[in-house]
């Protein structure tokens, strides 16, 4: 067990060097996170910008979708653009993912690489397929942000206040406030040790995981009128169309955490949230209790995550996406 631990964090140390040495000897970086981006894609967006200003890099910070407004407070660096709506009209031959487990979660940004890009491939998904030229994956990670801060340890840079603030954020997020089980020892060591550096954590909490918008609470009360089960309560699931939206006056960032109210429910095994994004287009969220992986589940549908989190796109109406995931859950739940 010792020897494959000394294995595992030599390879991963390696990793780092590797990544380090990318960084340091190119220049004129894409910075680019995932669809929909959450809080540890935000939050690595702007850690990953942080981490160039200090080596004194000259770099883009892009999306495709708007970063959620509850994250506004990290914008002190440079802008991350929506590519939805500005498009640079240059190429990029240098380019840093963060937080996407495959190539096609960047979306139509990857238009704007170079024939001959060099891409490093930064993430922490179990189901990240090693895309790109140069590869910072730990599966272990809680966080994307979580690498990110041993590289800036890797590229021996100080922590300092905003760059701090980004880290502990994407923890925070993808910990769900420290609570979930990615929230090992290590994970909250850093936590300490920018809490130190003077990361005000209660006031990140409050507003990236207490407070609430109006439109939101109206959708939570449209969703949960949809709550529904099967298989003995094991699987839970509720249903957000676009109607939903728009009568809510809410938008996707709205849609967060809304997945955890059927997983949450005693006996249940395993929570979904369909929200139809277009008719025809279905986007589905799972989480699991822990004796499903529902990655497995979502990557056979040509999505991906992790064991007890993971989500994928159904090209079907709503009706049909529900009863096809009843179907593909249902197996590992007889």
């Known amino acids: ?54 080596l ?34 240059r190429r990029f031959q240098n ?9 096609s979660r960047m979306g139509q940004i990857s238009t704007l690489f170079d024939d001959q890009v060099q891409l490093l491939n930064i993430d922490h998904h179990p189901t990240n397929d090693r895309f790109g ?3 910072l994956i730990k599966h272990d990670a809680a966080a ?73 609470l109206i959708l939570l009360q449209k969703a949960l009128s949809t709550l529904a089960f099967s298989h ?5 699931w509720i249903t957000v169309s676009q109607q939903d939206l728009i009568q809510s006056g809410a938008s996707s960032d709205d849609l967060d955490g809304l997945v955890n109210y059927p997983r949450n429910v005693e006996g249940v095994e395993v929570g979904m949230l369909f929200k ?12 699991s209790a822990g004796n499903v992986d529902v990655a497995s589940i979502a990557q056979a549908l040509g999505g991906g995550g992790h064991v007890r989190a993971a989500g994928c796109t159904l090209f079907e ?6 009863k096809i995931m009843i179907q593909e859950v249902g197996k590992e739940l007889t």
């Open 56 to 89: 004194g890099k000259s770099f883009t910070l892009i999306n495709e979708g708007l970063i959620p407004a509850k994250f506004d407070f990290l914008r002190n660096t440079d802008p991350i653009i929506d590519f939805s709506s500005e498009r640079p009209s």
């Open 95 to 103: 380019v840093i993912s963060v937080d996407c487990a495959d190539f």
């Open 144 to 216: 994307t942000v979580q690498i990110l801060y041993d590289l800036s340890v890797e590229l021996q840079i100080t922590p300092f206040m905003e760059f701090a603030t980004c880290i502990y954020t994407g923890l925070l997020t993808d910990t769900g406030g420290f609570r979930y089980s990615n929230t090992s020892p290590e994970v909250m060591l850093i936590g300490a040790r920018l809490l130190a550096l003077g990361v005000q954590g209660s006031v990140i909490a409050e507003q990236v995981l207490e407070r609430v918008t109006f439109s939101q």
């Open 232 to 236: 003995d309560r094991k699987l839970s």
């Open 133 to 135: 030229t140069c590869h």
């Open 276 to 287: 139809e994004k277009e008719p025809g287009v279905v986007k589905v969220s799972l989480r």
């Open 317 to 322: 109406t709503l009706e049909q996406a529900v």
């Open 1 to 54: 067990m010792i020897d494959a631990l000394q294995e595992h964090d030599h390879a991963y140390k390696l990793q780092l060097q590797a990544a380090a040495e990318f960084i340091n000897r190119q220049d004129d970086f894409l910075v680019v996170s995932h669809i929909q981006p959450d809080g540890d894609a935000a939050s690595s967006t702007f850690a990953m910008g942080w981490i160039l200003k200090q």
